[in-house]
T-cell receptor, first 113, second 114 residues
Framework: GQSLEQPSEVTAVEGAIVQINCTYQ??????LSWYQQHDGGAPTFLSY??LDGLEETGRFSSFLSRSDSYGYLLLQELQMKDSASYFC??????????????WGAGTKLIIKP | DVKVTQSSRYLVKRTGEKVFLECVQD?????MFWYRQDPGLGLRLIYF???????EKGDIPEGYSVSREKKERFSLILESASTNQTSMYLC?????????????FGQGTRLTVV
């Protein structure tokens, strides 16, 4: 089957750095995306990696290693507003059974003052 | 700046009722999706559509059907609502053209079946 594994919950301190990991096992792979969802809200797009390496967008960075089927989201200078759930999602190639996005179960990030 | 709109934010329906959830996107996306989200289970795909009148079953299609008569509108239908369909329902649209892959979500419909 196809699956994405990410921790269910991560706790960190305001101002610190936190890394949320995602490992995937899918029949095809075209890219790895990250989404943020606040309680009661809809998921919003954060980043997308199609190639190995690090992509940086402000305080958030996302990393991908296709050979390890692994990626992570790195959040720096944590703020209380970063408390949310974070989802990784894999997109397959056109024609793959997972051409639509396949989602991880989400990681709840708890930030303490 | 609204891109994906769901017809209702909250709905309460009775067991056995036929329920319609509507979703409209204004980005000319070909692909639209219906998910349900339950605590600890993430996003589970019910149905998706890659073109007008085209639909594909997702992971949990039982008890649901969909309709896509126009490109911008994707409807989810609960033929006979049951209490185990109480959930948050999220609609999304996506454009696979180009390198990026950003799904846009509606605000969600929290459905309670009593």
């Amino acid at each position: 089957g196809q699956s994405l594994e990410q921790p269910s919950e991560v706790t960190a301190v305001e101002g610190a750095i936190v890394q949320i990991n995602c490992t995937y096992q899918t029949s095809g792979f075209y890219g790895l995306s990250w989404y943020q969802q606040h309680d009661g809200g809809a998921p919003t797009f954060l980043s997308y990696n199609a190639l190995d390496g690090l992509e940086e967008t402000g305080r958030f960075s996302s990393f991908l290693s296709r050979s390890d089927s692994y990626g992570y989201l790195l959040l720096q200078e944590l703020q209380m507003k970063d408390s949310a759930s974070y989802f990784c999602a894999v997109r397959g190639y056109p024609g793959d059974s997972n051409y639509q996005l396949i989602w991880g179960a989400g990681t709840k990030l708890i930030i303490k003052p | 700046d609204v891109k994906v709109t769901q017809s209702s934010r909250y709905l309460v329906k009775r067991t056995g009722e036929k329920v319609f959830l509507e979703c409209v996107q204004d980005m000319d996306h070909e692909n639209m999706f219906w998910y349900r989200q339950d605590p600890g289970l993430g996003l589970r795909l019910i149905y998706f559509s890659y073109d007008v009148k085209m639909k594909e079953k997702g992971d949990i299609p039982e008890g649901y059907s969909v309709s896509r008569e126009k490109k911008e509108r994707f409807s989810l239908i609960l033929e006979s609502a049951s209490t185990n369909q109480t959930s948050m329902y999220l609609c999304a649209s996506l454009d696979y053209r180009g390198r990026n892959t950003e799904a846009f979500f509606g605000q969600g419909t929290r459905l309670t079946v009593v």
